[in-house]
């Protein structure tokens, strides 16, 4: 499975971006995608993450603003993030677990992630 993560930029406080995850490969033993963000200095922590059944998690700094989303066939998977603030500033990751089982929110869950996407939030 590859991941080729897309979207991320430069907004000023308050603004919107929207992810994307494009997936191709074998796709069809993935349960759940998600996204993590690393920002400098910090460890690699859960944002949100999708279950082809439908079922979605988020962290807690972000629920509210942001939504996860899939395609159909788990051919790309998105994250809308609205009212963005400087401490969302981090590189974002996409990941699938590639059928592994284990929390959604545990990075040791995914076998697949993509090279990241930078986020920036001026203040």
């Known amino acids: 499975v590859q991941l080729q993560a897309s979207g991320g930029g430069l907004v000023q406080s308050g603004a919107s971006l929207r992810l994307s995850c494009a997936a191709s490969?074998?796709?069809?033993?993935?349960?759940?995608m998600a996204w993590f963000r690393q920002a400098p200095g910090k460890e690699r922590e859960f944002v949100a993450s999708?279950?082809?059944?439908?079922?979605?998690y988020y962290a807690d700094s972000v629920k509210g603003r942001f939504t996860i989303s899939s395609g159909k066939g788990w051919n790309t998977v998105y994250v809308q993030m609205n009212s963005l603030k400087p401490e969302d500033t981090a590189v974002y990751y996409c990941?699938?677990?590639?059928?592994?089982?284990?929390?959604?929110?545990?990075?040791?869950?995914?076998?697949?992630w993509g090279q990241g996407t930078q986020v920036t939030v001026s203040s």
């Open positions: 490969g074998r796709t069809s033993r993935t349960y759940r």
């Open positions: 990941a699938a677990d590639g059928g592994l089982s284990g929390s959604s929110w545990s990075p040791d869950t995914y076998k697949y």
């Open positions: 999708v279950s082809w059944s439908g079922s979605t």
